[in-house]
């Protein structure tokens, strides 16, 4: 049984954007930059902001609310790369024109 969930179909994330998906009781920010399809925990942990809402640039979110900004690849908070706060990192495949997302 596999373990990935389509999300959207390719044309429904516009390029160097994001959108928010409810994945198996989560919210899921998957974005398009270059044609390559990440995805991200959605909720921002400062105040819950929606990420997939962000401005996406040079590889990262900024969040709408408050801007803190989160890598798309990785989740690494960028204001304070070494601190412990960080976005979940979900794997994200194509399969024929379906965007799929695993949470494992």
């Not at 609310?65 to 794997?91: M, T």
Request: aromatic share 10%; hydrophobic share 40%.
């Amino acid at each position: 049984m596999s373990n990935f969930h389509t999300v959207a179909k390719v044309g429904d994330i516009p390029e160097g954007e994001g959108r928010a998906f409810q994945v198996a009781g989560r919210m899921v920010a998957v974005f398009q930059v270059n044609g390559k399809f990440t995805a991200i925990n959605d909720t921002c942990p400062h105040m819950g902001a929606s990420l997939a809402t962000g401005y996406v640039e040079d590889g990262g979110v900024t969040c709408p609310w408050h801007a803190w900004r989160f890598g798309i690849c990785d989740g690494l908070w960028l204001d304070n790369p070494k601190a412990s706060i960080r976005q979940d990192v979900y794997e994200v495949r194509v399969n024929g024109d379906d965007v799929q997302v695993s949470l494992s």
